[in-house]
């Protein structure tokens, strides 16, 4: 243990509180294990153990270091903490040697000390599943699932990763658990299969990386969506009315990885035009190569107007785009817009305004991921992939003229990387391996796999709704995909091609707001929410007082601010971040509750304002004359 740093006092308070509630579970335990105490007895002492093993563990006490200021109350209390962190120690140690000796259960010998009862995910399978399962629900573990409902029907081996998507997200506030803690309760004397802990751990990562996406654009995605909601009105169309449009038409979905550069010239020689849908990054290489692209489709809330700068967008049919792109983007001349939802969280904001018939298209975290699922809602049934790298095939970032400006950095030992944007963005991370069409591997990263696999799964769970259907992979220097076959020969395929002009399709899909008095009552709707977002503001003034003058004790001053908050979704994603560290940190202790409710009252306030203000500005955007009404267009 490290013995100088800067350890608070509010701090080192916690850690003291949750090492003397361990202690004291631990003591309990040891002496009702001496003397010999029923079984439920020495059950309970274990989960109480558990339990405030977790809250002690959340404080980090490896880390904890002397005081700043090193005045006789911190060295004092810093001497308490060590002298109790040798012993929680020791105690452990023996705890865990009695576990593995002990006629304890089974499912106690697997658990350990380390499970969490109130967070971790336990999955319980076997002939005994269900007493199982009640006894562990009684003693309070809330998060407990049944392997029956996760595997394969008839093959109780397998895994199926739509069930247990499924399952995964019938659990209340899932994001709350911790790596590695997906526990496999298999019956006395089964082992768990390896496949099945490999699905499980690779849900859980999907969860985890789902969860760090929100906390780290939630913020974004509140304050874009409302910026984009007067041209989502007037220029948005319901990408259901699509369905079966370009029924029997081959489709080209285009990634912007490096080997588009090598499949330009294929998609330029077709002889009859596929219906071409790129992705937002892809469009510029597409364009300045003389091929116009369909459909442009845009997920990430952090890419810029920049990929579109300087291109001609007159001969595109519409841009598929998520709610909360940057405003910008949308600002690109006046196409007609095809918007979605990609997760819950936008959703969330398109039914806080009223029913725009926006639907929710789940999405890997790739915008690959929505171009294949759009190509199968409009009826394509043979759909070719170019430039769907999934790694960086030559040690590059991009196809030529994509994401121009943005780089890639790979260490000299190829274990690790960074990505810079041009506009700020930066990711670092691990590198791995992953095998190409043409047989050497390229290296990828953990993230840029994840949507690979996505995508396999997809193409495993169309095909047993559609056997008819074909992709083919021409990304001869990408990734292998599963369930794509992959085109050595590009000049001996032949794109299908759409039988109906797109730009004619939309021509016959009506905006949201086609009328006036259409716009008038969306812009009478977000008056609500300003209203609605100015009273949560006033709620939050009300009870930082209070706080700040010692009446908010008890917290009901703050029931005020809850209730107003339950009709303000844009505001708990704006403070998502700050909101998961005052959940991680109340798992530890309440100690310091009052002063962090305070904080987060003043700070919720602050934001309700802001967010009120842009839902004001876009009111008053949809009650002036639409000048931008959108014309018919020809080719």
Known sequence: MESISHTSAADLNEKLVAARRYGHAQQALLEAIVAERSAHVIAHGLDVVRICGAVFNGTNPDATRFAEELSPRSITDTAAFL???????????????WLQTANVAHLERIFGLDVDPRNDVIVVAGEQASEVTGELKQRGYARVLRWEAMCQEGAPAEADPTRIDAAFESIQDLAVCRPGKVWLLWGEGAACPDSVRAVLDDRLRRVL?????????????????????????????????????????????????????????????QSTRPLIIASHKAAKTLLRA???PDFIVMLDPKQGARHLAGCDLSRVAALITEVAVDPQVLDHGDLPLLPYCSGTETLGLVSAVGDLRIPLVRSGGSVLHIALQFARLVGCERISLLGA??????????????????????SEDRRTYVRRALDGNSRAGLLIGALANDGSVIPTTIELDHYRSWAEQMFLDWRRDCPQLEVFNLSSAGAQLAGAVWVADPTQHVASAQPVESIQVMQSVPAFLAKRDEEQALASRLRTKVRKLRALGQSCARAASAARSGRAQDMRVYAEVAEHAVECPEVSLVLTRRLQVIDEQSQRSTIDAPQRLLELAEVTGEEADSVASLYAAAARSLSKKSTGRLVARGN
């Open 290 to 292: 003389g091929i116009d």
């Open 389 to 410: 790298d999934f790694g960086f095939p030559g040690e590059r970032l991009y196809a030529s003229g994509a994401g121009e400006g943005d780089t890639l950095e790979l």
């Open 83 to 97: 002298s109790l962190f040798t012993v929680i120690r020791q105690t452990d140690k023996m705890l865990g040697e």
């Open 209 to 269: 990386m789902n969860r760090h996406t929100v906390a780290s654009l939630g913020d974004r995605w509140a304050r874009q969506f409302v910026q984009n909601l007067p041209a989502l009105g007037r220029r948005g169309r319901d990408i259901g009315q699509l369905r079966g449009a370009f029924a029997g038409s081959g489709a080209v979905i285009v990634g912007a990885g490096p080997s588009l550069d090598g499949s330009i010239e294929w998609l330029r020689q």
